[in-house]
Each structure stands twice: as C-alpha cells, then as structure tokens.
C-alpha cells in the first residue's frame, strides 16, 4: 500500500483545448468535493498554440490543487502523460481528456472499483458519440488488440482510466504506446485489469486530433509492444523460433534437391536451389541475432529484473 497525503491525482492531457478547460476544472472540483477526496489536477499543456497555458494559469491562481507543466513543443499523448506519471503523488490516479468528451463525474465508481483489489480499470465507451470514420477502426483496432494481447478489454484506448499509484511509477511510457498501457501494466506483473462502461459525450469544442496515420501507427505500435512484452527478455525465443524455421525449411527444400540430382536430374536450372540456400543463410543469421539480443540483455538479468508484489519479513 503506497502511503500518500493525497487520496486523487487527475492527469490530463491536452493540446489546444483552451475553450474546454474552465468548464473541465469547474466539474472535476464539483466531483473531488462532493466525494471528500485529498486531489491535484496535473493539467500537461502538449505544445499548445490557442492559449490553453494561460487558461491553466487562470485556473491554478483560482485553485492551487490544479498545477501545469508546459512542453516546448507538441510531444505527442505518450510524453504528457508520462510527465503527469512522473509528478503525480495521490494514492490512486486517473487519467481523461480534456475535451469534454470523457465525464469527470465516473471518477468516484472507477475508484470503487480500485478499492476492491484491481490495479488498473479502463473505461470503456460504449455507446462513443463520434463519426463513423473514428468508430469503425477503433472497433477493428480494439478488436486485434484483444486477441493479440489477451487482455479482454473493449476499448484501449479510451482516455478516461485509472490506475494504483504503484502501476504509473512502474510502467513507461512513450512514443505512441499509450495506446497499450493496459498491456505494459501487464508486462510489469499488474495483472488484475478490469473495464467498467462509461458514459461519452459529443465534441463540442475544438477539432479532434484523430487521423488515417495514427490508425497506421496504432497497428505498428502494437507489433512493437506486443515484441517487447513477450521477447525483449528472451529474444532468442522469437528469433531462433524463426531461425530454426527457416533452417529446417531450407534443409528440407536441400534434402530435396539432393535425391533429385542422384537421380540424374540437373539442378543449375531449378530455382528451388537458390530458395533452400537463402533459407539456409536466414535461418543462421536469426539465430546470430537471437545470440546477440541475449548477450546485451544479460547484465539486466543478472541485476534481477523483477517486481515484488507483497513481502513479509
């Protein structure tokens, strides 16, 4: 149990959302003060060009439990939240947009839910008051998500989640891998993640930020986590897996070629030649990488690269 004078951190990240940020801290102290919680707001200002510091500047003069960092320039989702990771100090902390669109007043039964033993609940957009061209791959993203990472989540990415203090001190994010938080908590031994179903409202401020490349890069991100999770441990698992394939295959193809030509059959004019080689030669190289990958992760694993749950002495 992590001792805090805080019961709440609130993350929020937010790029150019200057007209929904006073209404957004007008709810989330209705919320804190209604429920009795020991809060701070963590506003993280992604290099925003309409105003939106000087808004936050305006609220934490009004209200000092809301405070703000300011990037140099626009980071990305990942980078605003590890920032508000890094500063955040309650017991329990939430993370949600600040476009209006996730419900600050879902906070006290995602806590509920967190009081009774789970690491980490995301919220999960039901009925979500988006277009189609948002919803559509967001259900086929979600879709592959869940049967690549097991994890039977409905909706990843959703903005509004929270978490046991203890999970965003140990997980890290970046680049795009936000996304996949659910899944890094995983890797790291929190494993009791659950969903609970949220209420979603319609934009009404600002233009959102979703685009045809990030629906691209959340597929790539995901073979690049769903890699990390599983192998950057053992990486001659994945690839002397596809060593011995290759190998094998080639050997086959050879073995092959071999009865052919004591049959008196020439081989200068058959390509299968040429593909049983190549085999061959990939097949060793993957092993070589998988050699490599374990020499340069040996000294993590001699220093002991695990989490402890509980300890009684």
């Given amino acids: 149990m992590v001792n805090s004078p805080l019961d709440l951190s609130i993350v929020v990240p937010l790029f150019n959302e200057a007209e929904s940020l006073e ?18 707001v963590w506003l993280i200002d992604d290099g925003s060009t309409d105003g939106s510091w000087e808004v936050i500047r305006r609220i934490h003069e009004r209200n000092p439990a809301f405070k703000g960092v300011r990037f140099r320039r626009n980071y990305g989702k990942s980078a605003a939240l590890a920032a508000g990771f890094a500063r955040a100090q309650g017991r329990y902390v939430v993370t949600m947009d600040a476009d209006l669109q996730d419900d600050p007043t879902e906070i006290p ?31 086929l993203f979600n879709w592959v998500t869940r049967i690549v990472s097991g994890i039977p989540l409905h909706d990843f990415n959703c903005g509004l989640k929270a978490y046991r203090l ?11 891998m936000h ?15 659950t969903e609970k179903p949220v209420r979603h409202h319609p934009r009404r401020y600002g233009r959102t930020k979703f ?19 599983r192998y950057v441990r053992r990486p001659m698992h994945f690839f002397g ?15 092959y070629l071999t009865l052919e030509w004591l049959q008196g059959r020439p081989l200068s004019n058959r390509p299968l ?23 340069i992760i040996r000294p993590e694993m001699e220093r002991g690269a695990y989490q402890v749950r509980e300890e009684l002495r």
Avoid at 166 to 172: D, F, S, Y
Avoid at 222 to 227: D, G, P, Q, R
Avoid at 286 to 292: I, N
């Fill in 241 to 255: 897996a596809l060593g011995t394939a290759f190998i094998l295959l080639g050997l086959l193809i050879n073995a």
């Fill in 166 to 176: 203890e999970v965003v001190q140990q997980i890290r994010v970046y680049g795009e």
């Fill in 179 to 193: 996304r996949y938080i659910p899944v890094l908590a995983r890797w790291e031994g929190f494993d009791r993640i």
């Fill in 273 to 295: 030649l040429f593909l049983g080689i190549l085999l061959l030669i990939l097949g060793v190289q993957f092993f070589a990488t998988g050699l490599l990958g374990e020499m």
């Fill in 109 to 139: 039964a995602l806590i509920e839910i967190l009081e009774q033993g789970y690491d980490l609940v995301s919220g999960w957009k039901q009925r979500r008051q988006d277009p189609l061209s948002k919803t559509i791959p967001s259900r």
């Fill in 23 to 40: 209404e957004l801290a007008r709810l989330i102290e209705q919320v804190c003060m209604q429920a009795g919680y020991r809060y701070e």
């Fill in 211 to 229: 685009g045809v490349s990030r629906f691209l890069h959340g597929f790539l991100d995901l073979i690049a986590v769903t890699f990390l999770t």
